[in-house]
Nanobody
Framework: QVQLVESGGGLVQAGGSLRLSCAAS????????IGWFRQAPGKERNFVAA????????YYADSVKGRFTISRDNAKNAVYLQMNSLRPEDTAVYYC?????????????????WGQGTQVTVSS
């Protein structure tokens, strides 16, 4: 089992940057693929980015490709989401999620563990 805690959210102007962190408990963190999702008010939770358990494979939603970068440091039990060139439409609560296994999925139903989320607000 793993517990996840997100941090790094906040208010930023359009064009700015934020770096989200996802800290995980447990000694087997390297056995989990990790995904980032986001949910805006009144909307569904959508996939943002994911990374395999080794960090060797990543995948991005088209809406963030080229602007966001996901990475992980298994020695620190952490996953990061570097967000650049932020837009007002990126405003949402961002969640990290973990699933047992080497590979990731883009559908949130495949993930077993979730953090509490961190708010990202991008002003125009």
């Amino acid at each position: 089992q793993v517990q996840l805690v997100e941090s790094g959210g906040g208010l930023v102007q359009a064009g700015g940057s934020l770096r989200l962190s996802c800290a995980a408990s447990g000694r087997t963190f390297s056995r989990y693929a990790i995904g980032w999702f986001r949910q805006a008010p009144g909307k569904e939770r959508n996939f943002v980015a994911a990374i395999s358990w080794s960090g060797g494979s990543t995948y991005y939603a088209d809406s963030v490709k080229g602007r966001f970068t996901i990475s992980r440091d298994n020695a620190k039990n952490a996953v990061y989401l570097q967000m650049n060139s932020l837009r007002p439409e990126d405003t949402a609560v961002y969640y990290c999620a973990a699933r047992t296994g080497s590979y990731y999925y883009t559908e949130h139903r495949h993930y077993d563990y979730w953090g509490q989320g961190t708010q990202v607000t991008v002003s125009s």
